[in-house]
């Protein structure tokens, strides 16, 4: 595990070498005995709120910095954390696990530009594992304003059982296998359905949520937002387009998946098969399912064979998945910002990151070191498969929507209301899309005002 790093204090050499073998840093104001406190803010759920677990260690290798870790539910977080710093009670650390994300954190100016910090304290990426593409990520004009910690892809999951009984060979786990395409997906699928107006009687060969909604047209090649939206726009789209030809055809393809080629699970039977918020694909009466890297939770208790797939190419070369890399910030109000980023350091060694994927089921690291212990994780699905998606979902990942996008919550409230027609078979995405686009261009004027 990497040693905390001495910090460089001006005073005597002495005084500097006493500190660096004490542990303490500039922060305690000259006072040895008293240890530093930071806050990290964080989600209260078991894939997140297992860093309480890391907290003693830390400080037992950290004499000189106690850690407090304050929680609040994913539909709450904003909310809380606007108001502990209305209230003065800012936490150092913190990362966007509410509905909006890093754009917006940094259009509120709510982070600290950690790029001097790091070169301080000589921070390198390579000595965390963390790839360049994950790290720009969080850059912005060349400015580091977030560590990655945590990084998501969307994957495939496919029921081996199935596939076995349909005699049919298993989807590739190599993204650069040039024969699974989005059409040969449906072709496999169709192969798969079992089409009965009794959901206990049928099954389906698919279940599609390849991303946030706003994204779907950037997977067959086309976009909703303008490209630079995401570079010299600040995350301020000027505009939207959901009424393209590319775009239309893009949300009636997935639409066709459901109502026409009939092969993937509305949104009805998902929920009388599973439950509100369930798993369809965990009942065993779905082939093929596409999500985001959290599915894989529960796959050691399925009581059926489980494999892992790269998504299908659709029409974009470059992208095929979507990431969701979740960064560590320290915020701006933060009065110990060096020992916030030990704190962050910490948290990314090997030896930590592959204790964080035991204790929180499988989420997966930023640090490539520790891959490895994620890809182990899940005793129903074969390690080098998972290997082989997650490397493939990496390169040819884009990130999520929800981070890149200022005002992202308003946007996706609007989008999701008013597709509902669509992805309940009422109505054509010709038909809705135009007004649709203009809902959320009107919003995006009275902002620009």
Same mark, same amino acid.
């Given at each position: 595990?990497?040693?905390a790093?001495p910090?460089?204090?001006?005073?005597?050499?002495?005084l500097t070498?006493?500190?660096a073998?004490?542990?303490c840093?500039?922060?305690d104001?000259?006072?040895?005995?008293?240890?530093?406190t930071?806050?990290?803010?964080?989600?209260?759920?078991?894939?997140?709120?297992?860093?309480?677990d890391?907290?003693?260690?830390?400080?037992a290798?950290?004499p000189?910095?106690?850690v407090?870790?304050v929680k609040?539910?994913?539909?709450?977080?904003?909310?809380?954390?606007q108001s502990?710093?209305?209230a003065?009670?800012?936490?150092d650390v913190?990362s966007?696990?509410?509905?909006?994300g890093?754009?917006d954190?940094m259009?509120?100016e709510?982070?600290?530009?950690m790029?001097?910090?790091?070169?301080?304290?000589?921070?390198?990426?390579?000595?965390y594992?963390?790839s360049?593409?994950l790290?720009n990520?969080?850059?912005?004009?060349?400015?580091?304003?977030?560590?990655?910690?945590?990084?998501?892809?969307?994957?495939?999951?496919?029921?081996?059982?199935?596939f076995?009984?349909?005699?049919?060979?298993?989807p590739?786990?190599?993204?650069?296998d040039?024969s699974?395409?989005?059409?040969?997906m449906?072709?496999?699928?169709?192969?798969?359905t079992?089409?009965s107006?009794n959901p206990?009687?049928?099954?389906?060969?698919l279940?599609?949520?390849?991303?946030?909604?706003d994204?779907?047209?950037?997977?067959?090649?086309?976009g909703?937002y303008?490209?630079e939206t995401?570079?010299?726009?600040g995350?301020r789209?000027a505009?939207?387009d959901f009424? /393209?030809p +590319?775009?239309?055809?893009? =949300?009636?393809?997935? &639409?066709?998946?459901?109502y026409? !080629?009939?092969?993937?699970?509305?949104?009805?039977n998902?929920?009388?098969?599973?439950?509100?918020?369930?798993n369809?694909?965990s009942?065993?009466?779905v082939?093929?399912?596409?999500?985001g890297?959290?599915?894989?939770a529960?796959?050691?208790?399925?009581?059926?064979?489980?494999?892992?797939?790269?998504?299908?190419?659709?029409?974009?070369d470059?992208v095929?998945?979507?990431?969701y890399?979740?960064?560590?910030?320290?915020?701006?109000?933060?009065?110990?910002?060096?020992e916030?980023?030990?704190?962050?350091?910490?948290?990314?060694?090997?030896?930590v990151?592959?204790?964080?994927v035991?204790?929180?089921?499988?989420?997966?690291?930023s640090? /490539?070191? +520790?891959?490895?212990?994620? =890809?182990?994780?899940? &005793?129903?699905?074969?390690?080098? !498969?998972?290997?082989k998606?997650?490397e493939?979902?990496?390169k040819?990942?884009?990130?999520?929507?929800?981070?890149?996008?200022?005002?992202y919550?308003?946007?996706?409230?609007i989008?999701?209301n008013?597709?509902q027609?669509?992805?309940?078979g009422?109505?054509?995405?010709?038909?809705?899309?135009p007004?649709l686009?203009?809902?959320?261009?009107?919003?995006l004027?009275k902002?620009?005002?």
């Amino acid at each position: 595990m990497k040693k905390a790093r001495p910090y460089v204090l001006l005073g005597s050499i002495a005084l500097t070498a006493a500190l660096a073998l004490s542990g303490c840093s500039s922060s305690d104001n000259g006072n040895s005995e008293k240890p530093i406190t930071i806050t990290q803010f964080t989600a209260d759920s078991s894939d997140k709120a297992y860093v309480e677990d890391l907290v003693k260690d830390f400080e037992a290798s950290h004499p000189n910095i106690k850690v407090k870790i304050v929680k609040a539910p994913y539909d709450q977080y904003e909310s809380k954390l606007q108001s502990l710093i209305a209230a003065g009670t800012t936490p150092d650390v913190t990362s966007h696990f509410g509905t909006n994300g890093f754009a917006d954190y940094m259009d509120k100016e709510m982070i600290m530009d950690m790029t001097d910090l790091l070169k301080e304290l000589n921070f390198n990426p390579a000595d965390y594992g963390l790839s360049d593409e994950l790290m720009n990520i969080y850059k912005v004009e060349g400015k580091t304003y977030g560590l990655p910690v945590y990084s998501y892809t969307s994957l495939m999951l496919y029921n081996k059982d199935m596939f076995d009984k349909a005699n049919l060979p298993y989807p590739p786990a190599d993204y650069e296998d040039q024969s699974w395409t989005f059409d040969k997906m449906v072709e496999v699928a169709k192969k798969l359905t079992v089409t009965s107006n009794n959901p206990e009687e049928a099954q389906w060969g698919l279940d599609f949520n390849w991303g946030p909604r706003d994204m779907y047209p950037t997977y067959f090649g086309g976009g909703v937002y303008p490209p630079e939206t995401f570079t010299t726009g600040g995350g301020r789209p000027a505009k939207v387009d959901f009424s /393209s030809p +590319a775009s239309i055809n893009a =949300y009636q393809r997935l &639409s066709d998946l459901m109502y026409k !080629d009939k092969v993937s699970i509305d949104p009805i039977n998902a929920k009388v098969l599973s439950g509100q918020g369930g798993n369809a694909f965990s009942t065993g009466k779905v082939a093929m399912s596409v999500g985001g890297a959290w599915i894989l939770a529960g796959s050691n208790d399925y009581s059926f064979k489980v494999g892992v797939a790269a998504i299908p190419s659709a029409g974009n070369d470059k992208v095929r998945d979507v990431l969701y890399v979740d960064p560590l910030f320290i915020l701006k109000d933060s009065k110990h910002p060096k020992e916030a980023l030990e704190w962050i350091e910490y948290q990314l060694t090997k030896d930590v990151q592959e204790k964080a994927v035991a204790l929180s089921g499988g989420t997966p690291p930023s640090n /490539s070191e +520790a891959a490895g212990k994620f =890809y182990a994780n899940f &005793s129903n699905i074969d390690p080098a !498969d998972l290997q082989k998606v997650y490397e493939g979902g990496i390169k040819y990942g884009i990130e999520s929507s929800n981070h890149l996008i200022v005002g992202y919550g308003e946007l996706d409230n609007i989008i999701k209301n008013e597709m509902q027609p669509l992805e309940n078979g009422k109505k054509a995405a010709a038909e809705l899309l135009p007004d649709l686009e203009k809902h959320v261009n009107d919003i995006l004027a009275k902002r620009k005002k």
